[in-house]
């Protein structure tokens, strides 16, 4: 039995753990509004673009000669895994929720025989992966010190990749990030993004006719490298507002389960107390009736 | 007789930056300027840093260094990062712009095609200084 001293300073330091927790949750749920409406607004740029590529992609005529970019170095020997995650922790699941999904990924890769390279974006996804991984990463990446992650993180990242591909480093990309859902949803996702992999969103045809210009090789040479620098900003945006709703919720059970524990704890403080009260009375009470 | 409006939108990967009806935009695409009115040929196209020019009952530019663009359906869409609007420019950015872009042209180690871009770019800030 503890004493009640002991209660009380456990009493005292699971409130302030409380507070504590109490303070992420909002930071977070404040960050979490600015990074939800970052992605939402991010997301008309990556979709118009997926949509221009797949327009263009319809009208190339000799899909041999198109960039490899598209369509691949066809092959795919080699694998390169970028995976996205927070350089912070204490997200609840966040993190580890992306690593597992990459890990599997990687076993996949690894059994069937490929090769293996990893990309890592963000000190915790680094942290998790270099203990199984760690000889197959390549590359890590990390912008603790950016307080918000602009356009030019991604495009460091892009060039990066597409510079890689260049020099014949790897045949498949691949994207580990969270999708963000809404605040309590955020799904893992595993995104090729080279060679592009492009669905028709819409089941209706639009056959509209454009006009090029320059060629259209030439504008999909262009457009490609952005594409895959959009693609990387986008992972990052979703990412970011995932970040806050994992951590929104996490510190919110949190709190709620220091309050529990405080709850329980008084009332074991309590109850020692009158334990102690009443063995006193009682020690009185039989001293008296012996005299 | 006021030509007919069509849609314009300017997209940057962090939103919106313009959207609006509008009578004209003369757009510098890669391989010159181009203008657009309303039932325009469907078109794809990419630009070369240069200004965009909307012409509605009043003027706007921006300052785009690339950008792609896509006009369909009477409407323009423009996919840029990195729009600016021409009147939220300062001197100072400015001159330290055209230094670094003069400095990258004469490294040779770049192709023909950033040359052309570049060469493009300087020009255009040049003038904007003016």
Redesign the interface.
């Known amino acids: 039995m503890p004493s009640l001293d002991d209660l009380k300073k456990r009493i005292k330091s699971v409130k302030s753990t409380q507070k504590i927790t109490k303070a992420m949750k909002m930071v977070a749920a404040a960050k979490l509004r600015k990074a939800q409406e970052?992605a939402e607004?991010?997301r008309?740029?990556?979709q118009?673009?997926q949509?221009?590529i797949l327009?263009?992609t319809k009208s190339i005529n000799d899909p041999r000669n198109a960039p490899k970019l598209l369509i691949g170095s066809g092959k795919d020997q080699t694998h390169l895994c970028v995976v996205l995650t927070a350089d912070r922790g204490l997200c609840g699941g966040f993190n580890s929720n992306i690593c597992k999904l990459a890990k599997s990924k990687f076993k996949k890769i690894i059994n069937a025989g490929k090769n293996l390279k990893i990309i890592t974006v963000g000190l915790k996804g680094f942290d998790q992966i270099k203990r199984e991984y760690g000889k197959f990463i390549i590359k890590k990446f990390s912008f603790k010190e950016k307080k918000q992650i602009?356009?030019q993180e991604?495009e460091i990242i892009g060039k990066e990749i597409i510079s890689l591909f260049n020099q014949n480093e790897f045949d498949i990309c691949t994207l580990f990030y969270n999708n963000f859902k809404n605040v309590i949803t955020q799904i893992p996702q595993a995104q090729q993004i080279i060679p592009a992999e492009i669905k028709s969103s819409d089941s209706k045809e639009e056959n509209?006719?454009?006009?090029?210009?320059?060629e259209e090789d030439e504008?999909l040479e262009?457009?490609l490298p952005?594409n895959i620098s959009?693609q990387v900003?986008?992972a990052f945006l979703e990412n970011a507002a995932s970040e806050q709703g994992s951590r929104m919720t996490a510190m919110d059970n949190a709190t709620r389960n220091a309050g529990d524990l405080v709850d329980k704890l008084t009332i074991n403080y309590n109850r020692s107390r009158q334990a102690s009260i009443t063995k006193e009375l009682i020690e009185i009470i039989s001293g008296a009736e012996s005299l | 007789m006021t030509p007919e409006k069509f849609t314009v939108e300017i997209i940057a990967p962090t939103g919106l930056v313009l959207k609006s009806n509008v009578n004209e935009v003369v757009i510098p695409s890669y391989e010159g300027e181009m203008g657009i009115l309303k039932n325009h040929i469907a078109i794809i196209t990419f630009l070369r840093p240069g200004l965009i020019k909307i012409y509605n009952d009043s003027e706007e530019i921006f300052f785009v260094e690339d950008g792609t663009v896509e006009f369909a359906e009477n409407t323009l869409l423009i996919l840029t990062s990195t729009a600016k609007k021409l009147n939220e420019m300062d001197k100072i950015s400015l001159n330290k712009h055209i230094k670094d872009a003069e400095k990258k042209i004469l490294d040779e180690k770049i192709n023909d095609k950033e040359k052309y871009s570049l060469s493009y770019k300087i020009e255009t800030l040049k003038n904007i200084n003016e």
Do not use: D, Q, V
């Open positions: 970052n607004k991010g008309p740029y990556s118009r673009m949509n221009i327009n263009l602009s356009y991604a509209l006719y454009y006009e090029f210009e320059p504008i262009n457009l952005k959009t900003f986008k």
